[in-house]
């Protein structure tokens, strides 16, 4: 069964606070996938901020999403 983000808020410096329906949550970090066309808009603050849970992972308004297991994956557990 795969994780499922259930919640996530944005926090300072281009990071994620997220919540699994696993019970975990942790810190996701967006700065790496700003080098990436797909992301480069959520240099934008305001844009980042629009993100939201969607299906098993997040988007933002633009589209740009993350692959649920790269999500999880990366995500540094607290």
């Known amino acids: 069964m795969k994780p499922k983000a259930?919640?996530?808020?944005p926090l300072q410096n281009y990071t994620l606070q997220i919540t699994f329906d696993t019970g975990e949550s942790g810190i996701f970090d967006v700065k790496p996938y700003l080098e990436y066309i797909q992301f480069k808009d959520l240099k934008n603050e305001e844009l980042f901020k629009t993100v939201k849970v969607a299906g098993l992972s997040i988007e933002w308004d633009n589209g740009a999403d993350i692959c649920p297991e790269e999500l999880y994956n990366q995500t540094v557990k607290q």
Request: hydrophobic share 50%; proline share 0%; no cysteine.
């Open 6 to 9: 259930i919640e996530v808020k």
